[in-house]
């Protein structure tokens, strides 16, 4: 069956650092990617997505490319703040019919000042 | 704030008792998923249902099941609790508006089972 795997955590950088967080997938067919944020005692947040080959997903900063030929989906961001300690998933969902999402088992991300 | 809303917040319970969990999707959704997120097995996908019917299944017990009803808000019920439930269950909700959906979701409910 589809499933993800992320780099094991947990992951502490300090602010300004450099952020790669490694997720590669196997999955039939070409699968939607996404990374899903969750902050302290809240639910998740979708952070970014990309739906096919080469698409790069961004937001506040973040960034992942849909890699077909290595089948991964890594997040960076150039500079990280302690604002962005949380949870990270990476996922994937087929297309069309049943839109279940696999997850990841999470990578924890601590910045410190 | 998703818009997802979940209740209750916790939910302290004994083994062998049923307990009822809630979510109301955002306005306008039409799909509603369920998700168990425990720590040694992580975030699972349950079941899902769109304008209230059964859409797909995961990973769920038989003592479990879920309904949506014609508002949209949706029902998970868990039933002969035992030690493992115990986790915090999510809800998610979509519009089915694009390819692939995205899913938005709620804060949801803290099950511990003692």
């Known amino acids: 069956g589809d499933s993800v795997t992320q780099m094991e955590g947990p992951v502490t950088l300090s602010e300004e650092a450099f952020l790669t967080i490694n997720c590669t997938y196997t999955a039939t067919g070409y699968p939607s990617l996404f990374w899903y944020v969750q902050y302290p005692g809240e639910g998740l947040q979708l952070l970014l997505k990309?739906?096919?080959?080469?698409d790069k997903g961004s937001n506040k900063g973040f960034e992942a490319t849909y890699r077909k030929e290595t089948t991964s989906f890594h997040l960076e961001k150039g500079s990280v703040q302690v604002s962005d300690s949380a949870v990270y998933f990476c996922?994937?969902?087929?297309?069309?019919?049943?839109?279940?999402?696999?997850f990841g088992q999470g990578t924890r991300l601590t910045i410190n000042p | 704030d998703s818009g997802v809303t979940q209740t209750p917040k916790h939910l302290i319970t004994a083994t062998g008792q049923r307990v009822t969990l809630r979510c109301s999707p955002r306005?306008?959704?039409?799909?509603v998923y369920w998700y168990q997120q425990s720590l040694d097995q992580g975030l699972q996908f349950l079941i899902q249902y769109y304008n209230g019917e059964e859409r797909a299944k995961g990973n769920i017990l038989e003592r479990f099941s879920a309904q949506q009803f014609p508002d949209l808000h949706s029902e998970l019920n868990l039933s002969s609790l035992e030690l493992g439930d115990s986790a915090l269950y999510f809800c998610?909700?979509?519009?089915?508006?694009?390819?692939?959906?995205?899913?938005?979701f709620g804060p949801g409910t803290r099950l511990l089972v003692l």
């Open positions: 998610a909700s979509s519009p089915r508006t694009s390819n692939p959906e995205t899913q938005y």
């Open positions: 306005s306008g959704d039409l799909s």
């Open positions: 996922a994937l969902t087929g297309l069309w019919g049943a839109q279940k999402l696999v």
């Open positions: 990309a739906t096919k080959a080469d």
